[in-house]
């Protein structure tokens, strides 16, 4: 757990002058959507400064506004001039809910790891049916739990994201938005990469379609844990080399050795080890919560 942080009174200064760093900016008005006392102290500084009687006049004129909308009974929120009332949504045409949508989800349904995904599937399907290839499930399921670690590495950072600080920034950044990005990133390729597991011949002694699942999502929550201390892309690519190089390739590159795949993916002990893996990592996540709130500094 993060030690307790407030804004201390040089910071406050340091920041209703504009001379504090934009990390510390960015904190600092993280930090004070959740915290009155501090809210209270970087007011107090803003309004000693220089931006003080710009403020008070603003302020003035925003409570004469409101006294009049009072007095004449109107019943509605008061409005200044040239700001607009948040709708929350409502009457925005589709494209603009549409890129709200994308915002959300993140780089990686906008981007190349979709289109990794698609040729995943399809040169699986095809393999198998065009070329006759009879490993293309064993393969499938070999490289399935590594593909939503990719989904992951390039939603949410400052390498991946062009408004990584505006989003934690935000209160739906830090945790919240890398949760729903990944959660988006296992909607797409859950389904994609069960459905062309299941649709491939079967082979003897290599497990259903459904048995990575659980291994998917055991390094998915590790890779969300261990971001939390070197961020999700240094995590991902640490974990997905690993099932690479301990799994994949070991069972991938000897001939006939796809079988083996069942020794890591299915039986009640093996999979039993993955719940409880994914058990351990969401903890570890749920303790870990409050890092996202940061930028990342790698």
Known sequence: MTAPWHVTDSLAARYASGAAPEPDAWSLEKHVEVC??????????????????????????????????????RGRAPRLPGVSVGTGGRGLSPASRWARVLWAVGPALRGAWLVALVVV?????????????????????????????????VSYGRH????????????SGGLRLLLTRTAAVLGVCVPALTAAGAVLPPVTGVPGAAAWLLPALALTLAALALGSFVGCRAASMTLAGGWLLAVAGPVLGRP?????LARYLSGPAAQGGWAAAAVVCGGLLALRRRSFDHLETR
Do not use: K, Q
């Open 160 to 171: 991946a994201d062009p408004m990584y600080e505006i989003g934690v920034a935000t209160p």
């Open 36 to 73: 009155g006392e501090c809210a209270v102290r970087v007011s107090a500084a803003v309004r000693a400064g220089g931006s003080g009687p710009v403020l008070t006049d603003v302020r003035a004129r925003l409570l004469e506004t409101v006294r009049a909308e009072a007095a004449a009974g």
């Open 121 to 153: 599937v399809a040169a699986a399907v095809g393999l198998a049916y065009a070329a006759g290839f009879r490993d293309a499930r064993p393969v499938l399921l070999a490289v399935a739990p590594v593909l939503p670690l990719a989904g992951v590495a």
């Open 256 to 260: 006939g050795a796809t079988a083996e």
